[in-house]
């Protein structure tokens, strides 16, 4: 499974087609954070929320390198279809954690990021902790996400922008205060109201909860999609 996923990774940096979405990530948090200052869990938060789409677009792009006939191969290779496709997720997840590296850099230098200035703001390190748990709670859905929308499971590129496109959409519909539904996708904007506040725990262990549901789902879809279509 290794060898998989590096083959994979490596077609992904070779082709040039990792270059799209780290270039948007910077422009996106570039904008996000040049704006002005803003402390550490909002600012977090919200670019938790707005990278999701970026991530989950990197992921649909990396399974999306492959041939098919070579996935067919990697499944006959590997043994399982279990097996690769947790290559291709695994594989997904490295490119992945390096935007969540660079989101939680990149503010510090450009001066995005303030301490607290009113009696009772969370503090700095307070702050920081709920953004980095914040990066890292959006990243399954979003690998997931972009997986669903890769060409193994939607055979072509219109169905799978829709797929990618309605997705994120609805996660910042659903989303929304008031919404009878919120647990119907991933909790972007809930996450980042959540780190407003620092490390709320009753706030932070509900957004995991939903994230962790929604992933585990969106996971179970995959695997019967993928295996409807092999």
Known sequence: MTAMIRMRLSGFVRTGRALAPLLTALVVLGVIYGGGQAQAGEAYG?????LFAVVAWQTQIL????????????IVALGRLG??????????????LGLVALALVLPWPIGGITG????????????V??????????????LLLGALASRAVVGNAARG???????????????TKGSPVPWLAPPLL?????????LEPTALALQTAVASGWALVALAGYFALRRRNT
Request: glycine fraction near 10%; proline fraction near 10%; charge should be negative.
């Open 46 to 50: 919200f670019s938790a929320a707005v």
């Open 63 to 74: 399974l999306n390198v492959e041939p098919d006939v070579q996935r067919q191969l990697s």
């Open 129 to 142: 902790v709920a953004g980095v748990w914040a990066h890292l709670l959006l990243v399954p859905p979003a």
């Open 116 to 127: 607290p200035e009113r009696p009772g703001d969370p503090s700095l390190v307070s702050g």
């Open 190 to 198: 809930p996450t980042a109201r959540a780190t407003v506040d620092g």
């Open 161 to 175: 922008l829709a797929v990618l496109a309605g997705g994120t959409i609805l996660a910042f519909v659903f989303g």
């Open 83 to 96: 097996r690769e496709i947790a290559a291709g997720l695994l594989a997904a997840l490295v490119p992945a």
